[in-house]
Protein backbone atom coordinates (compact mmCIF):
# COMPACT_ATOMS: atom_id res chain seq x y z
CA UNK A 1 0.00 0.00 0.00
CA UNK A 2 1.15 3.39 -0.92
CA UNK A 3 2.84 6.02 1.55
CA UNK A 4 0.32 8.63 3.08
CA UNK A 5 0.93 12.38 4.57
CA UNK A 6 -1.79 12.37 6.69
CA UNK A 7 -4.21 10.03 7.93
CA UNK A 8 -7.91 10.82 8.82
CA UNK A 9 -11.53 8.88 8.90
CA UNK A 10 -12.74 10.91 6.82
CA UNK A 11 -11.83 13.97 4.33
CA UNK A 12 -14.00 16.57 2.86
CA UNK A 13 -13.19 18.81 0.03
CA UNK A 14 -14.19 22.22 -0.17
CA UNK A 15 -15.65 24.64 2.87
CA UNK A 16 -19.17 26.16 1.87
CA UNK A 17 -22.19 25.38 3.97
CA UNK A 18 -22.92 21.42 2.95
CA UNK A 19 -19.06 20.62 3.74
CA UNK A 20 -19.31 22.19 7.01
CA UNK A 21 -22.49 20.54 8.08
CA UNK A 22 -20.61 17.55 7.15
CA UNK A 23 -17.74 18.02 8.65
CA UNK A 24 -19.48 19.04 11.61
CA UNK A 25 -21.85 16.02 11.81
CA UNK A 26 -19.38 13.93 11.13
CA UNK A 27 -17.25 14.69 14.36
CA UNK A 28 -19.81 14.58 16.43
CA UNK A 29 -20.54 10.94 15.74
CA UNK A 30 -16.34 10.51 16.52
CA UNK A 31 -14.86 10.48 13.22
CA UNK A 32 -11.32 12.01 12.51
CA UNK A 33 -11.91 14.73 10.04
CA UNK A 34 -9.88 17.25 7.79
CA UNK A 35 -11.82 20.02 5.83
CA UNK A 36 -9.36 21.13 2.54
CA UNK A 37 -10.34 24.47 0.85
CA UNK A 38 -8.40 25.89 -1.83
CA UNK A 39 -8.62 29.45 -1.81
CA UNK A 40 -7.43 31.57 1.48
CA UNK A 41 -10.92 32.54 2.43
CA UNK A 42 -13.22 29.91 4.05
CA UNK A 43 -17.47 29.10 3.12
CA UNK A 44 -17.35 29.41 -0.69
CA UNK A 45 -20.52 31.21 -2.49
CA UNK A 46 -22.28 29.63 0.45
CA UNK A 47 -20.60 32.66 2.27
CA UNK A 48 -22.29 35.56 0.28
CA UNK A 49 -25.21 33.89 -0.10
CA UNK A 50 -28.74 34.79 1.67
CA UNK A 51 -27.71 31.57 3.35
CA UNK A 52 -31.93 30.52 3.12
CA UNK A 53 -32.12 26.89 3.91
CA UNK A 54 -35.88 25.10 2.33
CA UNK A 55 -37.07 22.80 4.38
CA UNK A 56 -40.14 21.39 4.49
CA UNK A 57 -41.76 20.02 7.88
CA UNK A 58 -39.31 22.07 9.99
CA UNK A 59 -39.90 22.36 13.31
CA UNK A 60 -40.10 25.78 13.43
CA UNK A 61 -42.72 25.98 11.33
CA UNK A 62 -44.20 23.37 13.52
CA UNK A 63 -43.96 25.67 16.42
CA UNK A 64 -45.68 28.56 15.40
CA UNK A 65 -48.55 25.80 14.05
CA UNK A 66 -47.73 25.90 10.63
CA UNK A 67 -49.03 23.43 8.35
CA UNK A 68 -47.16 20.64 6.34
CA UNK A 69 -46.30 16.97 5.87
CA UNK A 70 -43.56 14.99 3.76
CA UNK A 71 -46.89 14.06 1.64
CA UNK A 72 -47.58 17.39 0.93
CA UNK A 73 -43.95 18.34 -0.27
CA UNK A 74 -43.72 15.32 -1.98
CA UNK A 75 -46.48 16.10 -4.12
CA UNK A 76 -45.33 19.48 -4.59
CA UNK A 77 -42.24 18.79 -6.14
CA UNK A 78 -43.69 15.97 -7.98
CA UNK A 79 -45.21 18.68 -10.11
CA UNK A 80 -42.84 20.92 -9.84
CA UNK A 81 -40.23 18.49 -10.86
CA UNK A 82 -41.66 16.40 -13.45
CA UNK A 83 -41.32 12.55 -14.84
CA UNK A 84 -37.69 12.67 -14.30
CA UNK A 85 -37.75 12.90 -10.19
CA UNK A 86 -35.62 11.00 -8.71
CA UNK A 87 -37.85 9.59 -6.20
CA UNK A 88 -35.56 7.85 -3.58
CA UNK A 89 -33.75 11.05 -3.50
CA UNK A 90 -36.73 13.36 -3.01
CA UNK A 91 -38.03 11.23 -0.32
CA UNK A 92 -34.93 10.95 1.59
CA UNK A 93 -33.89 15.00 1.06
CA UNK A 94 -38.25 15.31 2.43
CA UNK A 95 -37.09 12.78 5.67
CA UNK A 96 -33.57 14.17 6.33
CA UNK A 97 -33.90 17.90 6.14
CA UNK A 98 -35.78 18.41 8.81
CA UNK A 99 -34.29 16.66 11.15
CA UNK A 100 -30.63 17.57 10.02
CA UNK A 101 -31.52 21.70 10.70
CA UNK A 102 -32.56 20.21 13.84
CA UNK A 103 -29.85 17.88 15.14
CA UNK A 104 -27.79 21.31 13.84
CA UNK A 105 -29.30 23.03 16.53
CA UNK A 106 -29.17 20.67 19.02
CA UNK A 107 -25.36 20.21 18.53
CA UNK A 108 -23.71 23.08 16.97
CA UNK A 109 -23.98 26.63 17.21
CA UNK A 110 -25.74 27.41 13.66
CA UNK A 111 -29.28 29.02 14.78
CA UNK A 112 -32.29 29.64 12.29
CA UNK A 113 -36.04 31.11 12.05
CA UNK A 114 -38.74 30.56 9.90
CA UNK A 115 -38.78 33.13 7.03
CA UNK A 116 -42.97 32.26 7.48
CA UNK A 117 -43.72 34.61 5.01
CA UNK A 118 -41.37 33.66 2.39
CA UNK A 119 -43.68 31.35 -0.38
CA UNK A 120 -42.69 28.37 -2.14
CA UNK A 121 -41.49 29.73 -5.63
CA UNK A 122 -44.80 27.71 -7.53
CA UNK A 123 -48.10 28.90 -6.18
CA UNK A 124 -49.47 26.72 -9.55
CA UNK A 125 -48.51 23.85 -8.03
CA UNK A 126 -50.75 21.51 -5.59
CA UNK A 127 -48.72 21.39 -2.04
CA UNK A 128 -47.39 24.54 -2.59
CA UNK A 129 -47.05 26.91 0.92
CA UNK A 130 -47.18 30.39 0.89
CA UNK A 131 -44.77 30.39 3.76
CA UNK A 132 -43.07 28.71 6.64
CA UNK A 133 -40.59 25.95 4.31
CA UNK A 134 -37.92 28.77 4.34
CA UNK A 135 -35.44 29.13 7.03
CA UNK A 136 -33.25 32.05 7.38
CA UNK A 137 -29.94 32.76 9.67
CA UNK A 138 -29.96 34.25 13.14
CA UNK A 139 -27.51 37.02 13.10
CA UNK A 140 -24.00 35.60 14.74
CA UNK A 141 -21.56 37.31 16.39
CA UNK A 142 -18.04 37.05 14.58
CA UNK A 143 -15.67 38.17 17.38
CA UNK A 144 -16.43 34.48 18.38
CA UNK A 145 -14.45 33.28 15.27
CA UNK A 146 -11.32 35.08 16.82
CA UNK A 147 -7.98 33.91 14.77
CA UNK A 148 -10.26 32.65 12.24
CA UNK A 149 -12.24 35.66 11.35
CA UNK A 150 -9.67 37.11 8.64
CA UNK A 151 -10.08 33.81 6.88
CA UNK A 152 -14.17 34.42 6.78
CA UNK A 153 -15.09 34.81 3.43
CA UNK A 154 -16.69 38.42 3.15
CA UNK A 155 -20.37 38.42 3.08
CA UNK A 156 -21.96 39.23 -0.18
CA UNK A 157 -22.48 43.56 -0.28
CA UNK A 158 -25.56 43.14 -2.58
CA UNK A 159 -26.56 41.86 0.35
CA UNK A 160 -26.41 44.37 3.11
CA UNK A 161 -27.96 47.20 4.12
CA UNK A 162 -26.10 50.24 2.33
CA UNK A 163 -23.88 47.45 1.37
CA UNK A 164 -22.28 47.48 4.74
CA UNK A 165 -24.88 46.60 7.64
CA UNK A 166 -25.83 43.29 8.31
CA UNK A 167 -29.86 42.34 8.12
CA UNK A 168 -31.64 38.94 8.34
CA UNK A 169 -33.97 38.01 5.22
CA UNK A 170 -36.79 39.11 7.16
CA UNK A 171 -35.60 42.51 8.02
CA UNK A 172 -34.64 43.31 4.81
CA UNK A 173 -37.70 41.67 3.03
CA UNK A 174 -39.70 44.29 6.40
CA UNK A 175 -37.91 46.86 4.37
CA UNK A 176 -37.88 46.34 1.05
CA UNK A 177 -41.99 45.64 0.94
CA UNK A 178 -42.01 48.78 2.65
CA UNK A 179 -44.34 47.33 5.51
CA UNK A 180 -45.39 48.86 8.88
CA UNK A 181 -42.44 49.85 10.91
CA UNK A 182 -39.60 49.82 7.87
CA UNK A 183 -38.29 53.17 8.74
CA UNK A 184 -37.56 52.72 12.15
CA UNK A 185 -36.12 49.01 11.97
CA UNK A 186 -33.74 50.90 9.37
CA UNK A 187 -32.94 53.55 11.62
CA UNK A 188 -32.34 51.79 14.50
CA UNK A 189 -30.07 49.44 12.80
CA UNK A 190 -27.80 51.81 11.46
CA UNK A 191 -27.69 53.39 14.88
CA UNK A 192 -26.55 49.69 15.96
CA UNK A 193 -24.05 49.77 13.25
CA UNK A 194 -22.86 53.13 14.33
CA UNK A 195 -22.45 52.34 17.44
CA UNK A 196 -20.58 49.42 17.57
CA UNK A 197 -17.37 51.46 16.08
CA UNK A 198 -15.04 50.40 18.83
CA UNK A 199 -14.99 47.12 18.06
CA UNK A 200 -14.48 48.08 14.46
CA UNK A 201 -11.77 50.55 15.57
CA UNK A 202 -10.09 48.03 17.98
CA UNK A 203 -10.02 45.19 15.48
CA UNK A 204 -9.21 46.94 12.37
CA UNK A 205 -12.22 44.82 10.82
CA UNK A 206 -14.26 46.65 8.59
CA UNK A 207 -17.22 44.37 8.55
CA UNK A 208 -20.12 44.05 10.75
CA UNK A 209 -19.80 42.37 13.77
CA UNK A 210 -23.09 40.79 13.86
CA UNK A 211 -22.99 38.88 10.54
CA UNK A 212 -26.50 37.59 8.66
CA UNK A 213 -27.38 35.38 5.99
CA UNK A 214 -25.43 32.76 4.41
CA UNK A 215 -22.50 34.32 6.13
CA UNK A 216 -23.55 33.64 9.63
CA UNK A 217 -24.51 29.97 9.03
CA UNK A 218 -20.58 30.21 7.17
CA UNK A 219 -19.27 31.61 10.81
CA UNK A 220 -21.40 29.45 13.36
CA UNK A 221 -20.16 26.21 11.15
CA UNK A 222 -16.71 27.05 11.73
CA UNK A 223 -17.09 28.06 15.08
CA UNK A 224 -18.57 24.73 16.08
CA UNK A 225 -15.39 22.49 14.28
CA UNK A 226 -13.33 25.07 16.07
CA UNK A 227 -15.29 24.00 19.28
CA UNK A 228 -15.25 20.39 18.12
CA UNK A 229 -11.45 20.69 17.27
CA UNK A 230 -11.81 20.03 13.45
CA UNK A 231 -8.89 21.37 10.92
CA UNK A 232 -9.86 23.12 7.69
CA UNK A 233 -6.80 23.63 5.88
CA UNK A 234 -7.02 26.98 3.76
CA UNK A 235 -4.73 26.58 0.29
CA UNK A 236 -5.11 23.42 -0.47
CA UNK A 237 -5.38 22.43 -3.75
CA UNK A 238 -7.66 18.69 -4.40
CA UNK A 239 -6.34 17.47 -7.29
CA UNK A 240 -7.32 13.89 -7.48
CA UNK A 241 -8.79 11.13 -6.33
CA UNK A 242 -7.05 8.25 -4.97
CA UNK A 243 -8.56 4.41 -5.44
CA UNK A 244 -6.91 1.59 -4.08
CA UNK A 245 -9.08 -2.16 -4.67
CA UNK A 246 -11.95 -0.32 -6.26
CA UNK A 247 -12.68 1.95 -3.22
CA UNK A 248 -11.56 5.71 -2.82
CA UNK A 249 -9.77 5.80 0.13
CA UNK A 250 -7.90 9.09 0.07
CA UNK A 251 -6.75 12.57 -1.67
CA UNK A 252 -3.78 14.24 -3.53
CA UNK A 253 -3.55 18.21 -2.97
CA UNK A 254 -1.25 20.66 -3.47
CA UNK A 255 -0.26 22.53 -0.49
CA UNK A 256 2.87 24.54 0.34
CA UNK A 257 4.11 24.07 -2.92
CA UNK A 258 4.12 20.26 -2.71
CA UNK A 259 1.84 17.57 -3.22
CA UNK A 260 0.38 15.69 -0.36
CA UNK A 261 -1.35 12.38 -0.24
CA UNK A 262 -3.77 11.68 2.86
CA UNK A 263 -5.39 8.97 3.10
CA UNK A 264 -9.43 8.87 4.41
CA UNK A 265 -10.54 5.41 5.53
CA UNK A 266 -13.94 5.79 5.59
CA UNK A 267 -14.41 8.15 2.43
CA UNK A 268 -13.97 11.56 1.07
CA UNK A 269 -17.02 13.95 0.65
CA UNK A 270 -16.74 16.28 -2.45
CA UNK A 271 -18.26 19.26 -1.84
CA UNK A 272 -15.97 22.00 -3.97
CA UNK A 273 -19.45 23.18 -5.60
CA UNK A 274 -19.78 23.36 -9.30
CA UNK A 275 -18.20 24.74 -12.38
CA UNK A 276 -19.54 28.18 -12.81
CA UNK A 277 -15.94 30.01 -12.73
CA UNK A 278 -14.57 27.53 -15.65
CA UNK A 279 -14.76 29.33 -18.90
CA UNK A 280 -13.58 25.95 -20.62
CA UNK A 281 -16.22 24.05 -18.59
CA UNK A 282 -18.88 26.40 -19.34
CA UNK A 283 -18.61 26.70 -23.05
CA UNK A 284 -18.65 22.96 -23.45
CA UNK A 285 -22.09 22.55 -21.32
CA UNK A 286 -23.58 25.52 -20.24
CA UNK A 287 -26.00 27.00 -23.04
CA UNK A 288 -25.04 30.49 -25.05
CA UNK A 289 -23.79 33.33 -24.20
CA UNK A 290 -22.43 32.60 -21.25
CA UNK A 291 -19.88 34.05 -19.47
CA UNK A 292 -17.80 33.94 -15.91
CA UNK A 293 -18.21 37.79 -15.48
CA UNK A 294 -22.10 37.63 -15.43
CA UNK A 295 -21.58 34.48 -12.21
CA UNK A 296 -22.20 35.94 -8.81
CA UNK A 297 -19.88 33.10 -7.60
CA UNK A 298 -17.01 33.73 -5.78
CA UNK A 299 -14.01 34.76 -8.16
CA UNK A 300 -11.39 31.65 -9.65
CA UNK A 301 -13.19 29.24 -6.71
CA UNK A 302 -15.56 26.65 -8.16
CA UNK A 303 -13.74 25.20 -11.70
CA UNK A 304 -14.91 22.04 -11.31
CA UNK A 305 -12.04 20.03 -10.01
CA UNK A 306 -14.27 17.56 -7.99
CA UNK A 307 -16.84 17.12 -11.35
CA UNK A 308 -13.40 15.97 -12.85
CA UNK A 309 -12.33 13.98 -10.80
CA UNK A 310 -15.38 12.02 -10.08
CA UNK A 311 -15.18 12.05 -14.24
CA UNK A 312 -11.77 10.08 -14.34
CA UNK A 313 -13.41 7.41 -11.65
CA UNK A 314 -16.27 6.77 -14.30
CA UNK A 315 -19.13 8.66 -12.09
CA UNK A 316 -22.52 9.58 -14.18
CA UNK A 317 -23.06 13.09 -14.50
CA UNK A 318 -26.49 14.35 -15.01
CA UNK A 319 -27.54 17.93 -15.49
CA UNK A 320 -24.12 19.65 -16.63
CA UNK A 321 -26.35 22.13 -19.05
CA UNK A 322 -27.77 24.14 -16.17
CA UNK A 323 -26.87 26.29 -13.92
CA UNK A 324 -29.21 27.90 -10.37
CA UNK A 325 -29.18 30.88 -12.93
CA UNK A 326 -30.10 34.46 -11.72
CA UNK A 327 -30.22 37.54 -13.50
CA UNK A 328 -27.25 39.54 -13.07
CA UNK A 329 -25.65 43.27 -12.63
CA UNK A 330 -21.61 43.41 -13.68
CA UNK A 331 -20.89 46.19 -11.40
CA UNK A 332 -17.70 48.21 -12.90
CA UNK A 333 -15.20 47.31 -10.43
CA UNK A 334 -16.44 44.70 -8.47
CA UNK A 335 -14.78 41.14 -9.19
CA UNK A 336 -18.06 39.23 -9.30
CA UNK A 337 -21.89 40.08 -10.67
CA UNK A 338 -24.46 40.83 -7.87
CA UNK A 339 -27.85 38.85 -8.26
CA UNK A 340 -31.12 40.57 -9.43
CA UNK A 341 -33.10 38.74 -6.94
CA UNK A 342 -35.77 41.06 -5.61
CA UNK A 343 -35.83 44.68 -7.71
CA UNK A 344 -37.32 43.14 -10.65
CA UNK A 345 -40.84 42.88 -8.73
CA UNK A 346 -41.03 46.25 -7.50
CA UNK A 347 -43.80 48.55 -9.15
CA UNK A 348 -42.56 50.91 -11.71
CA UNK A 349 -39.63 48.88 -13.07
CA UNK A 350 -39.89 46.09 -16.11
CA UNK A 351 -37.46 44.29 -18.30
CA UNK A 352 -37.26 44.32 -22.30
CA UNK A 353 -35.61 43.39 -24.64
CA UNK A 354 -34.04 45.13 -28.01
CA UNK A 355 -37.09 45.24 -29.58
CA UNK A 356 -38.26 46.71 -26.46
CA UNK A 357 -40.56 44.40 -25.66
CA UNK A 358 -40.90 42.08 -22.23
CA UNK A 359 -40.52 38.63 -22.45
CA UNK A 360 -41.43 37.48 -19.12
CA UNK A 361 -43.02 38.22 -15.77
CA UNK A 362 -40.44 40.04 -14.22
CA UNK A 363 -40.93 39.18 -10.74
CA UNK A 364 -41.05 34.91 -11.91
CA UNK A 365 -38.31 33.28 -9.63
CA UNK A 366 -34.88 33.54 -10.84
CA UNK A 367 -34.04 30.44 -12.24
CA UNK A 368 -37.67 31.00 -14.61
CA UNK A 369 -36.60 34.61 -15.39
CA UNK A 370 -33.10 33.30 -17.09
CA UNK A 371 -34.28 30.74 -18.65
CA UNK A 372 -37.29 32.81 -20.49
CA UNK A 373 -34.39 35.13 -21.36
CA UNK A 374 -32.45 32.22 -23.08
CA UNK A 375 -35.67 31.27 -24.46
CA UNK A 376 -36.34 34.81 -25.80
CA UNK A 377 -32.64 35.54 -27.34
CA UNK A 378 -32.90 32.26 -29.50
CA UNK A 379 -36.31 34.12 -31.22
CA UNK A 380 -34.32 37.21 -30.69
CA UNK A 381 -31.95 36.17 -32.60
CA UNK A 382 -29.50 37.45 -29.71
CA UNK A 383 -31.24 40.54 -28.76
CA UNK A 384 -31.84 39.38 -25.01
CA UNK A 385 -29.12 39.11 -24.11
CA UNK A 386 -28.43 41.59 -22.70
CA UNK A 387 -32.12 42.55 -21.26
CA UNK A 388 -33.03 45.39 -20.32
CA UNK A 389 -34.59 47.10 -16.84
CA UNK A 390 -36.67 50.10 -17.48
CA UNK A 391 -37.38 52.87 -14.52
CA UNK A 392 -38.30 56.51 -14.21
CA UNK A 393 -37.69 59.16 -12.03
CA UNK A 394 -40.53 58.26 -9.21
CA UNK A 395 -38.68 54.10 -8.98
CA UNK A 396 -35.32 55.76 -8.92
CA UNK A 397 -36.85 58.02 -5.77
CA UNK A 398 -38.64 55.50 -3.67
CA UNK A 399 -36.49 51.79 -4.64
CA UNK A 400 -33.27 50.25 -4.76
CA UNK A 401 -32.36 48.60 -8.27
CA UNK A 402 -28.58 46.55 -8.14
CA UNK A 403 -26.20 49.01 -6.00
CA UNK A 404 -28.00 52.19 -6.61
CA UNK A 405 -29.68 52.59 -3.24
CA UNK A 406 -33.01 54.79 -3.63
CA UNK A 407 -32.52 58.56 -4.84
CA UNK A 408 -34.13 59.76 -1.47
CA UNK A 409 -30.54 57.98 0.26
CA UNK A 410 -28.15 58.20 -2.64
CA UNK A 411 -29.16 61.27 -5.55
CA UNK A 412 -27.90 60.43 -8.96
CA UNK A 413 -24.72 62.91 -7.42
CA UNK A 414 -23.70 60.52 -4.86
CA UNK A 415 -23.65 57.78 -7.39
CA UNK A 416 -20.36 56.36 -8.60
CA UNK A 417 -18.45 58.68 -12.40
CA UNK A 418 -17.65 55.68 -13.67
CA UNK A 419 -21.07 53.66 -13.75
CA UNK A 420 -23.22 56.13 -15.69
CA UNK A 421 -22.70 54.61 -19.31
CA UNK A 422 -21.69 51.32 -18.31
CA UNK A 423 -24.28 49.90 -15.05
CA UNK A 424 -26.51 52.49 -15.69
CA UNK A 425 -27.96 54.64 -18.18
CA UNK A 426 -29.86 58.26 -17.97
CA UNK A 427 -32.07 60.34 -20.55
CA UNK A 428 -35.14 62.94 -19.83
CA UNK A 429 -36.91 61.00 -22.43
CA UNK A 430 -37.72 57.45 -23.55
CA UNK A 431 -36.06 57.55 -26.76
CA UNK A 432 -33.34 59.03 -25.37
CA UNK A 433 -33.24 56.24 -23.24
CA UNK A 434 -33.80 53.73 -26.41
CA UNK A 435 -31.10 55.00 -28.37
CA UNK A 436 -28.26 55.25 -26.10
CA UNK A 437 -29.06 51.72 -25.12
CA UNK A 438 -29.94 50.55 -29.03
CA UNK A 439 -33.05 49.45 -28.00
CA UNK A 440 -35.98 49.72 -30.77
CA UNK A 441 -37.59 52.94 -29.77
CA UNK A 442 -41.42 52.56 -30.49
CA UNK A 443 -41.03 49.36 -29.06
CA UNK A 444 -40.05 50.58 -26.14
CA UNK A 445 -43.08 53.08 -25.79
CA UNK A 446 -45.16 50.68 -27.19
CA UNK A 447 -44.15 48.21 -24.09
CA UNK A 448 -44.56 51.69 -21.43
CA UNK A 449 -48.10 52.85 -22.57
CA UNK A 450 -49.40 48.89 -22.16
CA UNK A 451 -47.52 48.85 -18.69
CA UNK A 452 -48.93 51.91 -17.51
CA UNK A 453 -52.48 50.73 -17.97
CA UNK A 454 -51.89 47.57 -16.75
CA UNK A 455 -51.01 49.59 -13.79
CA UNK A 456 -53.99 51.05 -13.69
CA UNK A 457 -56.24 48.19 -13.87
CA UNK A 458 -53.99 46.10 -11.66
CA UNK A 459 -53.47 43.37 -14.40
CA UNK A 460 -50.34 42.38 -16.29
CA UNK A 461 -52.48 41.03 -19.17
CA UNK A 462 -49.17 39.68 -20.90
CA UNK A 463 -47.60 37.74 -18.49
CA UNK A 464 -49.72 38.20 -15.06
CA UNK A 465 -46.74 40.17 -13.03
CA UNK A 466 -48.71 40.62 -9.57
CA UNK A 467 -51.04 37.82 -9.72
CA UNK A 468 -49.61 35.78 -7.08
CA UNK A 469 -48.35 35.41 -3.82
CA UNK A 470 -44.80 34.47 -4.91
CA UNK A 471 -44.78 37.48 -7.15
CA UNK A 472 -46.14 39.76 -4.21
CA UNK A 473 -43.40 38.98 -1.78
CA UNK A 474 -41.17 41.53 -3.56
CA UNK A 475 -44.37 44.22 -4.32
CA UNK A 476 -44.80 47.46 -2.32
CA UNK A 477 -47.70 46.48 0.22
CA UNK A 478 -48.45 50.20 -0.27
CA UNK A 479 -48.77 50.14 -3.88
CA UNK A 480 -52.72 49.78 -5.48
CA UNK A 481 -54.55 48.12 -6.81
CA UNK A 482 -51.28 45.90 -8.05
CA UNK A 483 -48.21 45.72 -5.36
CA UNK A 484 -46.17 44.65 -8.17
CA UNK A 485 -47.28 47.67 -11.15
CA UNK A 486 -46.42 51.49 -11.53
CA UNK A 487 -46.30 53.64 -14.75
CA UNK A 488 -43.06 54.41 -15.29
CA UNK A 489 -44.03 58.47 -16.66
CA UNK A 490 -41.70 60.59 -14.78
CA UNK A 491 -38.57 61.58 -16.39
CA UNK A 492 -35.91 61.43 -16.57
CA UNK A 493 -36.14 57.59 -17.16
CA UNK A 494 -33.28 55.01 -16.66
CA UNK A 495 -31.73 51.40 -17.78
CA UNK A 496 -29.72 49.09 -16.74
CA UNK A 497 -28.13 46.17 -18.43
CA UNK A 498 -29.10 42.00 -16.96
CA UNK A 499 -26.95 39.48 -17.66
CA UNK A 500 -27.79 35.68 -18.33
CA UNK A 501 -26.39 35.53 -14.56
CA UNK A 502 -26.00 32.32 -11.97
CA UNK A 503 -25.39 31.56 -8.91
CA UNK A 504 -23.65 28.22 -9.40
CA UNK A 505 -23.76 25.44 -11.73
CA UNK A 506 -26.76 22.78 -11.01
CA UNK A 507 -25.44 19.76 -12.55
CA UNK A 508 -22.46 17.36 -11.80
CA UNK A 509 -21.77 13.94 -10.13
CA UNK A 510 -24.95 11.10 -10.35
CA UNK A 511 -25.46 10.61 -6.47
CA UNK A 512 -27.97 8.04 -4.78
CA UNK A 513 -29.95 9.07 -1.67
CA UNK A 514 -26.85 8.29 0.83
CA UNK A 515 -24.85 10.77 -1.52
CA UNK A 516 -22.92 7.95 -2.98
CA UNK A 517 -21.20 8.48 -6.21
CA UNK A 518 -22.60 5.92 -8.40
CA UNK A 519 -21.83 4.86 -12.36
CA UNK A 520 -23.84 4.86 -15.25
CA UNK A 521 -25.40 1.64 -14.39
CA UNK A 522 -26.18 2.49 -11.10
CA UNK A 523 -23.44 0.78 -8.84
CA UNK A 524 -21.51 2.85 -6.19
CA UNK A 525 -18.04 4.12 -6.20
CA UNK A 526 -17.34 2.95 -3.07
CA UNK A 527 -16.05 5.54 -0.22
CA UNK A 528 -16.75 8.01 -2.93
CA UNK A 529 -19.60 11.10 -1.95
CA UNK A 530 -20.51 14.26 -3.40
CA UNK A 531 -23.20 17.44 -1.82
CA UNK A 532 -23.75 20.71 -2.97
CA UNK A 533 -23.05 21.59 -6.30
CA UNK A 534 -20.55 19.30 -6.87
CA UNK A 535 -24.01 16.83 -7.28
CA UNK A 536 -26.23 16.76 -9.82
CA UNK A 537 -29.24 18.72 -8.48
CA UNK A 538 -31.67 16.77 -6.43
CA UNK A 539 -33.98 19.34 -7.33
CA UNK A 540 -33.98 18.54 -11.14
CA UNK A 541 -34.55 21.78 -13.59
CA UNK A 542 -36.18 23.41 -10.62
CA UNK A 543 -35.79 25.67 -7.77
CA UNK A 544 -38.42 25.04 -5.18
CA UNK A 545 -38.12 27.92 -2.70
CA UNK A 546 -35.72 29.65 -1.39
CA UNK A 547 -32.82 27.30 -0.12
CA UNK A 548 -33.55 25.42 -2.85
CA UNK A 549 -29.64 24.65 -3.28
CA UNK A 550 -28.25 25.12 0.28
CA UNK A 551 -31.34 23.02 1.86
CA UNK A 552 -29.89 19.91 -0.37
CA UNK A 553 -26.38 20.84 0.24
CA UNK A 554 -26.76 20.64 3.94
CA UNK A 555 -29.20 17.50 4.12
CA UNK A 556 -26.84 15.57 2.31
CA UNK A 557 -23.98 16.66 3.89
CA UNK A 558 -25.58 15.36 7.14
CA UNK A 559 -26.98 12.21 5.44
CA UNK A 560 -23.14 11.39 3.97
CA UNK A 561 -21.54 12.10 6.62
CA UNK A 562 -23.65 9.73 8.92
CA UNK A 563 -23.79 6.69 6.34
CA UNK A 564 -19.78 7.39 6.15
CA UNK A 565 -20.02 6.78 10.05
CA UNK A 566 -21.24 4.11 9.72
CA UNK A 567 -19.53 1.94 7.75
P1 LIG B 1 -19.54 26.62 -2.30
O1 LIG B 1 -20.28 27.20 -1.16
O2 LIG B 1 -19.11 27.56 -3.36
O3 LIG B 1 -18.26 25.92 -1.69
C1 LIG B 1 -17.34 25.28 -2.52
C2 LIG B 1 -15.94 25.50 -1.94
O4 LIG B 1 -15.06 24.55 -2.54
C3 LIG B 1 -15.38 26.87 -2.23
O5 LIG B 1 -14.92 27.47 -1.05
C4 LIG B 1 -14.20 26.58 -3.18
O6 LIG B 1 -13.13 27.48 -3.06
C5 LIG B 1 -13.83 25.18 -2.78
N1 LIG B 1 -13.10 24.46 -3.83
C6 LIG B 1 -13.34 24.47 -5.16
N2 LIG B 1 -12.44 23.70 -5.80
C7 LIG B 1 -11.62 23.19 -4.86
C8 LIG B 1 -10.49 22.35 -4.90
N3 LIG B 1 -10.00 21.88 -6.05
N4 LIG B 1 -9.87 22.03 -3.73
C9 LIG B 1 -10.35 22.51 -2.55
N5 LIG B 1 -11.42 23.32 -2.46
C10 LIG B 1 -12.06 23.66 -3.59
N6 LIG B 1 -28.78 29.24 -2.13
C11 LIG B 1 -29.74 28.94 -1.22
O7 LIG B 1 -30.11 27.77 -1.09
N7 LIG B 1 -30.28 29.90 -0.43
C12 LIG B 1 -29.96 31.22 -0.53
O8 LIG B 1 -30.45 32.06 0.24
C13 LIG B 1 -28.99 31.57 -1.53
N8 LIG B 1 -28.66 32.86 -1.72
C14 LIG B 1 -27.65 33.16 -2.59
C15 LIG B 1 -27.28 34.50 -2.73
C16 LIG B 1 -26.19 34.83 -3.52
C17 LIG B 1 -25.79 36.28 -3.66
C18 LIG B 1 -25.47 33.81 -4.18
C19 LIG B 1 -24.27 34.14 -5.00
C20 LIG B 1 -25.87 32.48 -4.06
C21 LIG B 1 -26.97 32.15 -3.29
N9 LIG B 1 -27.39 30.83 -3.16
C22 LIG B 1 -28.38 30.52 -2.28
C23 LIG B 1 -26.73 29.73 -3.89
C24 LIG B 1 -25.78 28.99 -2.96
O9 LIG B 1 -24.99 29.91 -2.24
C25 LIG B 1 -24.87 28.01 -3.71
O10 LIG B 1 -25.61 27.21 -4.57
C26 LIG B 1 -24.17 27.14 -2.67
O11 LIG B 1 -23.45 27.95 -1.77
C27 LIG B 1 -23.26 26.13 -3.28
O12 LIG B 1 -22.68 25.40 -2.23
P2 LIG B 1 -21.45 24.46 -2.49
O13 LIG B 1 -21.04 23.90 -1.17
O14 LIG B 1 -21.75 23.54 -3.59
O15 LIG B 1 -20.32 25.45 -3.02
Redesign the pocket.
Known sequence: KSEFNAEYDLVV???????LTSAVTAAAKGLRVLV????D??????????????IPCNHHFKAKGGQDSPEKAWTYLKNAIGDDIDEARVRKYIEKAPEMIQWLEQNSRVRYAVAEKYPDYYPQYEGFLPGGRTLDPELFDIASLKDELPHL?EA?R??MLMGKISWT?RQAHIAMSKSRGWRLMVIWMMLRYKLDFMWRKKTGEKRDRRTA??NALIASLRASLIDRNVPLWLN????ELIEEEGRVCGIV?EREGKQQRIRADKGVIL????FEQNPELREKYLPKPNKVEWS???EG???G??LEAGQKLGAATALLDWA?W?PSFVVPGETKAR?V?AERAFPGAIVVNGLGQRFVNEATPYLEFVTAMYADNEKTQGKTTPSWVIFDAKYRFSYAMGPLMPGQIMPDSRLRKEWLNKLYYKADTLDGLAAQIGVDAMGLQETVKKINHYAETGVDEDFGRGGNVFDRYYGDSNVTPNPCLAPIAKGPFYAMPIQAGD??TKGGLLTNEHAQVVKPDGQVIPGLYA????SASVMGTTYPG??????P?MTFGYVAALDAAAK
Open positions: VGSGAGAVEKTKYGGTSALSGGGIWRSGNALGTNFVVAAGGTTPANTAAWTGFIGIGNTAGGTLGA
